[in-house]
């Protein structure tokens, strides 16, 4: 069975950081696509950062030279380091894996940017 736990979410102030965390299991991770999305209320679940196993990565937009996306096969688990937050960074932010036609979410994490 393929799970994708993510934690590390919470409440930050703008300008804070926070680290996300994925540990997959049930999959060869090594292999997988993995990368984060978010949803943020009334709006479409959108590409944050996706991480290849090569190790090259691609972000959106709005959050290059802000967040950074890593994997450590040894520990299936991909990470988002998320620095210089924002208000509009406020979502539910969901990990995700991909290998040809498999295609895994994980539960979500709230995370909430507000002052």
């Known amino acids: 069975q393929v799970q994708l736990v993510e934690s590390g979410g919470g409440l930050v102030q703008p300008g804070g950081s926070l680290r996300l965390s994925c540990a997959a299991s049930?999959?060869?991770?090594?292999?997988?696509?993995m990368g984060w999305y978010r949803q943020a209320p009334g709006k479409q679940r959108e590409l944050v950062a996706r991480?290849?196993?090569?190790?090259?990565?691609i972000y959106a937009d709005s959050v290059k030279d802000r967040f950074t996306i890593s994997r450590d096969n040894a520990k299936n688990t991909v990470y988002l380091q998320m620095n210089s937050l924002k208000p509009e960074d406020t979502a539910v932010y969901y990990c995700?894996?991909?290998?040809?036609?498999?295609?895994?979410w994980g539960q979500g994490t709230q995370v909430t940017v507000s002052s």
């Open positions: 995700h894996s991909r290998r040809a036609t498999f295609d895994y």
């Open positions: 049930g999959i060869t991770f090594s292999m997988y696509v």
């Open positions: 991480i290849f196993s090569s190790g090259n990565t």
